[in-house]
T-cell receptor, first 113, second 112 residues
Framework: ETGVTQSPTHLIKTRGQQVTLRCSSQ?????VSWYQQALGQGPQFIFQ???????GRGNFPPRFSGLQFPNYSSELNVNALELDDSALYLC????????????FGPGTRLLVL | QKEVEQNSGPLSVPEGAIASLNCTYS??????FFWYRQYSGKSPELIMF????GDKEDGRFTAQLNKASQYVSLLIRDSQPSDSATYLC????????????FGPGTRLSVLP
């Protein structure tokens, strides 16, 4: 157990809908990174939040947005869902905004129909 | 060239053998190197990390780093069927855009 929690665990949505995924970081960690992992692939970086500010973003469209709260928990929002958004969404927390060890939550599996 | 590459799998080894997993990276400024294990349908779990050239051992696992060759490996001694999983190599660097980059993973099967 890493102490990183995510909700919900599973979600089914239809094309065009919007979804919000949530993550609580490990105690003492101020950084949260979000990843998308399609079946059979490595995690793809979406963005990172460090002390409530975006600290980097991967090659994802603006309909992927995020937020970090003062307690360092975080949300990932995806608008206008597409079929290709079906994936495992992983949240990882770390102690700082640099190349620190990241600890993963259990993930949220999203299916878009 | 992808930023982090791993030997394509699946890799099959008999129980008790040594499994060797390889990873190369393109950014010479990379500072930290991680191996994660991911069971099917689960999230990645950290096995070990290494920062300095050379070997680092933790139980049955040994990570090896060669920064000059931009190469990092993971050896699993006395492989067990429970080691069957996908192994992800990740590289950490000081980069605003993305400071943690994963490889595609290598699937390992340990045959009883």
């Amino acid at each position: 157990e890493t102490g990183v929690t995510q909700s919900p665990t599973h979600l089914i949505k239809t094309r065009g809908q919007q979804v919000t995924l949530r993550c609580s970081s490990q105690s003492g960690h101020n950084t949260v990174s979000w990843y998308q992992q399609a079946l059979g692939q490595g995690p793809q970086f979406i963005f990172q939040y460090y002390r409530e500010e975006e600290n980097g973003r991967g090659n994802f469209p603006p309909r992927f947005s995020g937020l970090q709260f003062p307690n360092y928990s975080s949300e990932l929002n995806v608008n206008a869902l597409e079929l290709d958004d079906s994936a495992l969404y992983l949240c990882a927390s770390s102690r700082g905004g640099g190349p620190e060890t990241q600890y993963f939550g259990p993930g949220t599996r999203l299916l878009v129909l | 060239q992808k930023e982090v590459e791993q030997n394509s799998g699946p890799l099959s080894v008999p129980e008790g053998a040594i499994a060797s997993l390889n990873c190369t990276y393109s950014d010479r400024g990379s500072q930290s190197f991680f191996w994660y294990r991911q069971y099917s349908g689960k999230s990645p779990e950290l096995i070990m990390f290494i920062y300095s050239n050379g070997d680092k051992e933790d139980g049955r696992f040994t990570a090896q780093l060669n920064k000059a060759s931009q190469y990092v490996s993971l050896l699993i001694r006395d492989s067990q069927p429970s080691d069957s999983a996908t192994y992800l190599c990740a590289v950490g660097r000081d980069n605003y855009g993305q400071n943690f980059v994963f490889g595609p993973g290598t699937r390992l099967s340990v045959l009883p």
